[in-house]
Nanobody
């Protein structure tokens, strides 16, 4: 079974930065896109950013200009999320996700907590 393993969450002050990493256990698979979603308390899970194998990138309007998603070696199936200028409203559990064929993600990580607070 494919596993996605996230790392890099934590507590940071407003205006600070964090970098999230995600690695897929099954390196032989190719995913149409990999991305990051988040879920804040009492809210639905939402897309943060995703990167397609052909290079297309989608960002949520709320993170444009502050977050940057990048994909490592496609063969290694890794994806990163650099988060700058963090705000308290960015506080959420962040999930790595992947889609093999371009539809809704079929694989999810366990989630990593990001808390932005002074």
């Amino acid at each position: 079974q494919v596993q996605l393993v996230e790392s890099g969450g934590g507590l940071v002050q407003p205006g600070g930065s964090l970098r999230l990493s995600c690695a897929v256990s099954e390196g032989s698979l190719t995913f149409t896109f990999m991305g990051w979603y988040r879920q804040a308390p009492g809210k639905e899970r939402e897309l943060v950013a995703r990167v397609f194998i052909g290079g297309r990138i989608d960002y949520s309007d709320s993170v444009k200009g502050r977050f940057t998603i990048s994909r490592g070696n496609v063969k290694n199936n890794t994806v990163y999320l650099q988060m700058n200028s963090l705000k308290p409203e960015d506080t959420a559990v962040y999930y790595c996700a992947s889609s093999r064929w371009g539809g809704a993600p079929g694989n999810w990580g366990q989630g990593t907590q990001v808390t932005v607070s002074s």
